[in-house]
Each structure stands twice: as C-alpha cells, then as structure tokens.
Nanobody
Framework: QVQLVESGGGLVQTGGSLRLSCAASGRTFSGYTMGWFRQAPGKEREFVAA????????YYANSVKGRFTISRDSSKNTVYLQMKSLKPEDTAVYYCAARKGGTVTATATWDYWGQGTQVTVSS
C-alpha cells in the first residue's frame, strides 16, 4: 500500500523559506513521477512541481519557477520542495503526489496522494 506523508508546513513571513518533505513508502518508485500540488481556499488544486524519480528531470509551474526547487533523496525515499522568496499567494495546503509515467499537470491523472500540509505566508 503506497503511502505519502508530507511534513514541514507552517507559518512564515513574506520573503521567507520553508522546506516540505514527502516520505514515500509501499513500493519502489522507479518509473514514477513525484509531484507537489497546492490548493488555496476556494480554488482548485494546482500543479506546482514534479520530478522524474529515475532520471531526476524536474518541471515547475511558471508561478514558482526560480523560487521553488523539487529534489529527492533516493536512500530515504523522500521528496522535498524547497520554497524561497515566499509570497502571500503561495498560501495553500500542499500535497505530495505520485503517478506512473511522466509528468502531467492534470490532478486527475495522479495515482497517489498525501494528506497535505498547510503553508501560510503572512504579509
């Protein structure tokens, strides 16, 4: 049974940084893509970043490019999202996700989801 457990969320001021972690278990993730999504109150869940587990290729939403970095530690089966220069509009619940195959930004195509972690950026 695949489990994705996020951690690292919290309250930070504008311009600050946070690092989210996603501990993955239940299978090997070779051939999978790991992703981060977010959902703000009253808005649809949106793609943030993704990483191909085997090759390490990364993808970013335009809104976070240059500020967020997705990475992985294969020895720990953990995916990270380093967030810098945070803005109030980054406030959302952040979800870790996994899908077989390559990156697709549509949420419906992702196979596994974590429970989410809240990130709040104060102005």
């Amino acid at each position: 049974q695949v489990q994705l457990v996020e951690s690292g969320g919290g309250l930070v001021q504008t311009g600050g940084s946070l690092r989210l972690s996603c501990a993955a278990s239940g299978r090997t993730f070779s051939g999978y893509t790991m992703g981060w999504f977010r959902q703000a109150p009253g808005k649809e869940r949106e793609f943030v970043a993704a990483l191909n587990w085997s090759g390490g290729t990364t993808y970013y939403a335009n809104s976070v490019k240059g500020r967020f970095t997705i990475s992985r530690d294969s020895s720990k089966n953990t995916v990270y999202l380093q967030m810098k220069s945070l803005k109030p509009e980054d406030t959302a619940v952040y979800y870790c996700a996994a899908r077989k195959g390559g990156t697709v930004t549509a949420t419906a195509t992702w196979d596994y989801w974590g429970q989410g972690t809240q990130v709040t950026v104060s102005s």
